[in-house]
C-alpha cells in the first residue's frame, strides 16, 4: 500500500500497483498518524491499538518511516497544518472559524485534545530576544510582564503573547505557602525557572490571540543569593543554564557594582528599585515608597546608577504615579516596568496569581481579572460530591474489557459478571456547603466603577466566622444526610394536614396564608425539606432575592411576615412601620412562594411581649449596633428561636446588610444545638443601580437623601482599599468623609468577622465586617440607614 497525505494524518489506501489478493476475512486496515512522544520527539504508529503495527505490503523506504523520529516543524505541520493550509480547507469543507480538524485518538487516555486552532497558526518558534524588547520599547509599545512559576502558567502567559515572564520570588508566597519572599531559596527558583523554560517552549497552538514570538524569561535572585559579588555571579549563571534569559535583583545605587559584574560576565540584568520586598522590613514594611521629594528623587538616582552600570530594564513598584513617571523620563532609553507606579512607564507587570483571584483580594495596585479561587473551589467541591454520590466516575470516563475476556475473568470473580444498570433512585437533594467564599464582585448596574476588586459582599466565610451563605451550594440527589443536617427531622408522609386541627389557612392560587401556630403545623407534616424567610413585610427586591435564595435550598418555602414589637423601643417607629400584607402576598406568589405565616402579635406573644422568657445574646452587648439599640437583638432572637420552633424549618435565609443579626442568629443555632438541624444561609447584601442597600426604610428619604446615600456604601469601599489601611484609619476616614456630606454618624465599627468584637486602631484590617449607621436629615425628615463590607 501507499500512503495518502493529510492535515492530520497519514491514511493507509489502497495503491495502483498490483498487489496479491489476501484471503477472505484476513484483509487488515492500517491507518497512520502522528503521534507525540514524551520528551518532544514525533513518531508515525498505528491510529488504533486493533489495527497491525506495520503495514502488510509497502516499500522499504515507506517501512523506514515507522522506525525513524520525525522531524519537528514537519511533524507539526501535519498535525496543526499552517494559517494558509487551515483557510483553503475551511473554505473547502464550510467549517467554521476555529473548529477543531482533528481525528478523535480512542487509544488516548486524556481523550480528544479539546484544544482547537482557533488562529488557525502555531506560534513563532523565534525568541522575541532583548533586541525585539527593546525595538518594541522605541517604537511606544507598552510591554507586558507577568510572573509565571511552572509549565501551565508560562504556557498561558507564552499563549497570550506577553514580551517578558517572570519567576518571581513570589513563589514563595503564592506557591510555596511561606509568609513572604525571604524563605525563598536557589532551588526553588532553578526549578521553577526550568518548569516556565518548559512551558515557553511548549507548542502554543490554539490560542485565541497570535502567540507570536517567545517571551523573555526573567529568573529572580532570591534573598540571600547576591550578598557577594562571587554568589551573584554564580546564581545568576546558574539561572541563565536553568532557562532564564536575564536575571532580576532589587535594591538601588549600591548594587550597581553587581550589575556592572554581572553585565561584563554576560549576564543580562533588571533592576528593582521602589518597594524591594526582601528589604520591606527597612523600608516600613509592604507600603508605598517615594511619598516624599527627597525620597522620591533617592529612587530615581538608584535608577539611573542601575542603568549606567548596564541594566537593561528596570521595575519600579509601589510609588506614586508621578515617581513612577519620574523614573521613566530619567533613563529614557531603558524600558521601566511598573507594578503600582502609575501608566507613564514603558511597561506593566502583575502577579500572575493577582490577576487569576488565587488569593482573594489582591493588593490596592493589581487588577483581578478573574475569580480562580471560587471557580477552583466550586470543582474541587464538585468533584467531592460526585464520587461519594457514585455520580463520578461515569462509563464514558472509563474503558470495558471486550466482553469474550471479561467472560474468562469472570470465571475467577463472577461479581464482574455484566448486569445492566439499575435505574438510579431519586431522593430529595441534599445540601452540601462548599469551602470558604467570601466576596462577589459582580454588582450589576452599577455604573462607572471598576468591577474587579472593589465593591465586596459577604458570600462564603472562613470556619471560625458565624456567617455562612448560599451562593456556591452543590446540590447532590445521593441518598446520604448531609453533616450538618444529620440530625434533621425527615419528612416522608404525603398526607394532607391533619383534619382534627380545624385549620389549614387560606390558599391563594399555589400559595397558602397561614395565620396560628396549628395552620403552619398542619402544613408542614407534608412538607419535606422547608426553607424559612423571615421578614417584617413592606417587601423589596432584597427580600424576594432572599426567597430566590431559600428556592435553591429546599423544595418548599415558606415566608414569615411579622412586624415584631419586641425589636422597637418606645421612640422608635413600630406605629407607623408600613404593613403591605396584600401587596407582599402578591408578590411572594408570583415568585413562587409555597406558603406564608402572617400571624398576630397575640399568637406569637399570647402573654405579650416581649413575653416572659428571653433569647438575650449577651455576646454583642454594648458593640456598635447593639450599643445604639440595646433591646433590639433581645428581640430578634427571641422572636426568631420561636419562628424556629414554630416553622421547623431545615434552612433560614438572613441578608448580609444586617451583619451582626446575622451573627446573633448563627451564635444561638449553636448555643441552643440546632445548627446540626437548621442550616444559615446568608446572601449577599442586595443593592440599588447604584450600591445603595436595599431596605425597606429608602421610603422613608427625600430626593435630597436619595441623591447622597450611596455616598455611605462608596466610603466603606474606599476606606477599606486604601493602601496600608487600619481599623483606626477606616473609622477616622469613613466619619470624617460622612460628616462632610452632612450626615449625621452614628458609629463606624470594624469588628472581628467572627466574634463582631470591635478591633483595635493598629491591628490588621484583615477578616474584618467595618459597619456603620448614619442618619439623613432633610427638611424636618431623618432616615436611619445601615450598610457594611466585609475584609478578607
Not at 499563549?159 to 532551588?187: K, Q
Not at 464538585?382 to 467472560?407: C, D, I
Request: proline residues 7%; charged residues 20%; neutral net charge.
Amino acid at each position: 500500500s501507499s500512503l495518502h497525505l493529510s492535515a492530520r494524518s497519514f491514511r493507509a489506501v489502497p495503491s495502483p500497483v498490483p498487489c496479491p489478493v489476501e484471503a477472505p476475512g484476513e484483509m487488515a486496515v492500517l491507518i497512520a498518524t502522528i503521534r507525540r512522544l514524551p520528551g518532544g520527539a514525533f513518531a508515525k504508529a498505528p491510529k488504533a491499538h486493533g489495527m497491525p503495527a506495520l503495514p502488510s505490503q509497502t516499500s522499504v523506504c515507506n517501512l523506514a518511516t515507522y522506525f525513524a523520529t520525525w522531524p519537528k516543524h514537519k511533524s507539526e505541520f501535519l498535525l496543526y497544518g499552517s494559517s494558509r493550509a487551515f483557510s483553503v480547507a475551511t473554505r473547502q469543507t464550510g467549517a467554521a472559524p476555529g473548529a477543531s480538524t482533528r481525528a478523535e485518538d480512542s487509544t488516548n487516555l486524556y481523550g480528544p485534545s479539546d484544544v482547537g486552532t482557533k488562529s488557525g497558526t502555531g506560534a513563532s518558534d523565534k525568541p522575541l530576544g532583548l533586541g525585539g524588547l527593546l525595538s518594541r520599547f522605541r517604537k511606544g509599545q507598552k510591554l507586558t510582564m507577568v510572573t509565571a512559576y511552572d509549565f501551565p502558567s508560562a504556557r498561558f502567559a507564552r499563549g497570550a503573547g506577553m514580551e517578558l515572564v517572570l519567576v518571581g520570588d513570589s513563589i514563595g508566597n503564592c506557591r510555596l505557602g511561606l509568609p513572604d519572599t525571604v524563605g525563598v531559596e536557589m532551588e526553588d527558583m532553578l526549578s521553577a525557572v526550568k518548569a516556565v523554560r518548559r512551558g515557553i517552549e511548549a507548542p502554543c497552538h490554539g490560542w485565541a490571540g497570535q502567540p507570536g514570538k517567545k517571551p523573555l524569561v526573567v529568573g529572580d535572585m532570591p534573598f540571600g543569593s547576591y550578598l557577594l559579588e562571587a554568589e551573584a555571579l554564580r546564581n545568576a549563571a546558574a539561572l541563565r543554564k536553568a532557562g532564564s534569559d536575564m536575571v532580576k535583583l532589587e535594591g538601588g545605587a549600591h548594587m550597581a557594582p553587581f550589575v556592572r559584574a554581572l553585565t561584563q560576565a554576560g549576564i543580562a540584568v533588571m533592576g528593582h528599585v521602589g518597594l524591594e520586598p526582601q528589604r520591606a522590613m527597612l523600608q516600613g514594611g509592604l507600603k508605598m515608597q517615594g511619598t516624599t521629594a527627597p525620597a522620591a528623587l533617592e529612587i530615581i538616582n538608584d535608577a539611573k546608577q542601575l542603568a549606567a552600570a548596564g541594566a537593561v530594564a528596570l521595575v519600579v513598584e509601589c510609588v506614586p504615579n508621578e515617581v513612577g513617571h519620574a523614573v521613566q523620563l530619567a533613563i529614557p532609553n531603558v524600558p521601566v516596568i511598573g507594578i503600582g507606579a502609575g501608566g507613564h512607564v514603558a511597561g506593566q507587570v502583575l502577579v500572575c496569581d493577582d490577576l487569576l483571584g488565587l488569593h482573594g483580594k489582591p493588593p490596592s495596585f493589581a487588577k483581578r481579572y478573574a475569580d480562580l479561587a471560587d471557580t477552583s473551589s466550586n470543582a474541587y467541591m464538585s468533584y467531592l460530591s460526585e464520587v461519594r454520590s457514585g455520580t463520578f466516575p461515569e462509563p464514558v470516563h472509563g474503558r470495558a474489557m471486550k466482553r469474550e475476556e471479561l467472560a474468562k475473568l469472570a470465571e475467577e470473580f463472577p461479581e464482574l459478571q455484566v448486569q445492566e444498570a439499575p435505574e438510579p433512585p431519586r431522593a430529595e437533594p441534599v445540601v452540601e456547603r462548599l469551602p470558604p467564599r467570601l466576596f462577589d464582585n459582580d454588582i450589576k448596574g452599577f455604573p462607572n466603577r471598576d468591577m474587579t476588586g472593589r465593591f465586596y459582599q459577604l458570600k462564603r466565610p472562613a470556619a471560625a466566622s458565624p456567617f455562612q451563605i448560599a451562593s456556591g451550594l452543590v446540590v447532590s440527589l445521593a441518598k446520604r444526610k448531609c453533616p450538618t443536617m444529620s440530625a434533621a427531622p425527615v419528612w416522608t408522609s404525603a398526607a394532607a394536614p391533619d383534619s382534627t386541627s380545624g385549620a389549614t389557612g387560606e390558599s391563594r392560587g399555589e400559595l397558602t396564608v397561614l395565620h396560628t401556630c396549628d395552620e403552619v403545623n398542619a402544613w408542614r407534616r407534608s412538607a419535606k425539606r422547608v426553607a424559612l424567610v423571615p421578614t417584617m413585610g413592606n417587601l423589596h427586591e432584597g427580600h424576594l432575592e432572599l426567597v430566590d435564595e431559600a428556592k435553591k435550598d429546599g423544595s418548599e418555602v415558606i415566608v414569615s411576615i411579622f412586624v415584631n414589637p419586641g425589636q422597637f423601643a418606645p421612640h422608635e417607629d413600630f406605629d407607623r412601620y408600613p404593613r403591605t400584607l396584600e401587596n407582599d402576598i402578591k408578590l411572594l406568589s408570583e415568585r413562587g412562594v409555597s406558603a406564608v405565616f402572617a400571624p398576630t402579635a397575640k399568637e406569637i406573644y399570647p402573654r405579650g411581649s416581649p413575653g416572659r422568657t428571653l433569647a438575650v445574646p449577651s455576646f454583642v452587648e454594648g458593640l456598635s449596633e447593639a450599643a445604639c439599640r440595646p433591646h433590639f437583638f433581645t428581640g430578634v432572637a427571641t422572636v426568631c428561636l420561636k419562628l424556629f420552633n414554630i416553622c421547623q424549618p431545615d434552612v433560614v435565609v438572613f441578608g448580609q446588610k444586617d451583619a451582626m443579626q446575622c451573627a446573633v442568629i448563627a451564635q444561638m443555632l449553636e448555643d441552643f444545638n440546632l445548627q446540626s438541624r437548621i442550616s444559615l444561609v446568608i446572601a449577599p447584601t442586595s443593592r440599588e443601580f447604584d450600591g445603595l442597600a436595599r431596605s425597606s426604610r429608602n421610603a422613608y428619604l427625600t430626593p435630597a437623601m436619595r441623591r447622597v446615600a450611596p455616598k455611605i456604601y462608596e466610603t466603606l469601599v474606599d476606606a477599606t482599599q486604601q493602601a496600608a489601611a487600619t481599623p483606626g484609619s477606616v473609622r477616622s476616614t469613613v466619619r470624617e468623609r460622612l460628616t462632610a456630606l452632612g450626615m449625621s454618624v452614628q458609629y463606624v465599627s470594624v469588628a472581628d468577622s467572627g466574634t463582631m468584637a470591635e478591633k483595635e486602631d493598629e491591628e490588621q484590617l484583615s477578616k474584618s465586617v467595618v459597619s456603620i449607621a448614619c442618619m439623613l436629615s432633610d427638611e424636618g425628615k431623618e432616615c436611619r440607614l445601615i450598610d457594611n463590607v466585609v475584609v478578607p
